[in-house]
């Protein structure tokens, strides 16, 4: 199955030159910083007008494998809790970009959470809006689809443990992105203050705390279950340290600092 592109002429634009030019530009912005290997990023999903800065930041700074596993958040509420797109291919003004359906069946077959399921895909945007950014760094490349919803932290350490195992038994190279903005629609200071919180524990790979910290201070983190998942991973896969590329809100874009968003770009390792 062929998934049409959903947001496209909404979170970026639909004209193929022009997306090309918007995406070049925000990638640009980073020119000349040297290209990092990253076991797994977190990267922004706003309209590319509010957090393509961040975005363009983070996938300027790393190396694109064959092989990107995406996990997203599920905004629809349609669909499993965890759910995969296992087979065919997704579309942006770009073109088309195949999923690894091999690395999918293998991930699914090692968590009993995960579902294959694509309701929860068709019209939610936090992976589609990453596709761009890495069409205009690598012309060919595959994903695995994956939208999480609220569980509990034996299911996000068990999908992470499989996306960990099914990675080493493929023994090839696979970037896990977890998409997610930051803190949503508070002042610009109590945003930074509560994304400062949020990404001290990431930085320390603290998955656990990470959750204990958006729950407890009411951080409306909307991808902090993608960001545990890939945390659990990562650590399986040897990650030791976390890198923040940049943070800001949607106040630097619109210069309205009394409701932000928050956006925060960074690099596991």
Known sequence: MKRQASVAGQFYSADEASLKKDVTRLLNANKGSKKQKAIGIISPHAGYVYSGAVAGCVYSSIEIPQTVIMLGPNHTGLGEKFSLFKNGSWQTPLGDVEIDSELAESILEKCKFLKENIQAHM???SLEVQLPFMQQIKEDFKIVPIVLSVYNMQAYQELGEAIASAIKQAGKEVLIIASSDMTHYEPQEAAEKKD??????????????????????????????????????????????????????????????????????????
């Open 196 to 269: 400062k919180a949020a990404i001290d524990a990431i930085l320390k790979l603290d998955e656990a705390e990470l959750i204990k910290r958006v729950e407890g201070l009411n951080i409306t983190m909307c991808g902090y279950i993608p960001v545990a998942v890939m945390l659990s991973a990562a650590k399986k896969l040897g990650a030791k340290e976390g890198k923040l590329i940049k943070y800001q809100t949607s106040g630097d874009a619109t210069g309205d600092y009394n409701a932000v968003v928050g956006y925060a770009g960074m690099i596991i390792q």
């Open 123 to 125: 019209r939610e945007h």
